[in-house]
C-alpha cells in the first residue's frame, strides 16, 4: 500500500509536470478514488424546508427579470417540517410534517391590486365549495413602536402597502376586520378566519404582502425605464396545511361529508351469491366515471353489513336482493337519510355522477 510520502512525491511530480504520462494518469484515478471514499465515510447532512420561500426566491433570481415576465406566479405543492414542540402538537391540526399548496407572486406595484384580489376571489371560491357560509378576512397592520424590532424598519413602505391592501379589501366589499400589530415581519397580511358548524373558529388560509424579502435576496427586474426594481411578493396559501383544512373539514361536517367530497362515497351490497355478478358490475360502472364504489359480501347477515357501511359514513348503499337484479334496480339507502327506495340502476348512477360533478351539498 503506498504510504502517505510517497503519495505526496508523486503529486509533487505530476503537479511539475515531470512524471511519466502513465503515473501521472493512474494518479489522477487513484486521487478521485481516495476522494470518493473519504466521502463515503463522512456522515450525510440533511436538511429540513420550514417553508417555501426561499427556495421560490431563488428560482426567481436563477435567471434575469423583466417586467414583460411580471407577475411571475410560482406554486409549489410540497412539504414542510417544523419541529414543534411536543405540547404543541395537537391531531392534524399542528403537525411537524405538513404539505402546503404554496405559492409566491411577483409583481410591480401597478400590479399589485389586481394580483392580491385575484387571490382573495380564489377564498371565495373556495369556500362556496365546501359551504362555508361563516368567515371573515383578518387584516393584520404593524405597530409603530415594533419598527426595528419585530417589523421591518421601513414605514414608508408600511403605510404604502397597508393603504393599498386596506383599498383592494374596500372596493371588493369583503367582510373584514382590522388588528393592529399583527402583522408578519416583513409586511401586512390577511388571515382568513372561518367558523365550523359547531361554532369553531380556526385561521384556513393567509394572504400576505412582502415588501422586504425580495430585497434582501437581492431580487431585481428590469424595469421599462431600464433600471433595476424590487418586486412585491404576495405569499399565499389558500387551504393552509392540507392537514389542518382535513381537520377542520372532518369537525365542520361531523364526519358525514357530502358525497362529492367523501371517502367512502358508495358500497354496493348484494344480499345473496347470486348477485354478486350484478353487484360487482354496478361497482365497475362507477369506478370507470372515477367514483369512490366498493363491494362487499360476506357470511354476514345484510343488515350487519349495512350498519358497518353506515359506522363507515359511506354516502350511498345500494343493496341489490333478486327483485332489484331482475328489474336492473337498486335498493337506495343514503347515510343520514335512511331508505329511499327502490330505483332503476340507470337513475342512481346518472344521479350519482351529476351530484359529484354539481357538488352538491
Known sequence: MMKTEEFELIEQ????STAPAEIAAAFS??????????????PESYYLKAMNCPHHHRIFAAEPRSYRDLPLRLAEYGTCYRYEQSGELF?????????????HIYCTEDQFADEFRAVNDMYLKYFKIFGLEKYQMRFSTHAAEGLGKKYVNEPELWKKTEDMVRKVLIES???????ANEAAFYGPKIDVQVWSAIGREFTIATNQVDFAVPAKFGLVYRDKDNTDKTPLCIHRAPLGTHER????????Y???FPLWLAPDQVRVL???????????????ELRAEQVRAEFEFSNDKLMGRIQRAEEARVHHILVVGQREQEAKAVALRIHGQGQQGVKPRAEVVAD??????????
Open 13 to 16: 511530480a505530476v503537479k511539475a
Open 29 to 42: 484515478e487513484l486521487s478521485a478514488l481516495r476522494e470518493q471514499l473519504k466521502r463515503f465515510g463522512e
Open 91 to 103: 391531531g392534524l391540526m399542528r403537525v411537524r410534517s405538513l404539505n402546503m399548496n404554496d405559492a
Open 173 to 179: 366589499g369583503i367582510n373584514y376586520v382590522e388588528v
Open 245 to 252: 383544512f382535513i381537520g377542520f373539514l372532518i369537525e365542520h
Open 254 to 256: 361531523a364526519g358525514n
Open 270 to 284: 348484494p344480499v345473496t351469491e347470486a348477485q354478486i355478478d350484478y353487484a360487482k358490475g354496478i361497482v365497475n
Open 352 to 361: 350519482i355522477l351529476a351530484a359529484i360533478r354539481e357538488r352538491r351539498s
